[in-house]
């Protein structure tokens, strides 16, 4: 079952992330500026989470999750 609050973070996630990869493959964002190779670790393990809820809501986002 999804709770509002795992559907928050859901959409969060999915917001960030499509903002983050919109520069790809020249560079990923992070706020402002290009991505650190820390904050690409940190973008990364957002994008496991994010497709682990993908997953357990049956949305289907392997493209946008591949290309990235």
Do not use: N
């Not at 940190?42 to 289907?60: A, H, P, V």
């Amino acid at each position: 079952m999804t709770t509002k609050v795992d559907l928050e973070r859901y959409c969060e996630l999915l917001r960030q992330l499509v903002y983050a990869a919109h520069e790809l493959p020249a560079s990923v964002l992070y706020g402002a500026d290009g991505a650190t190779p820390a904050e690409c670790m940190e973008w990364m393990q957002d994008l496991l989470e994010f497709e682990q809820f993908s997953k357990s809501r049956g949305k289907s986002h392997d493209v946008f999750i591949e290309e990235c």
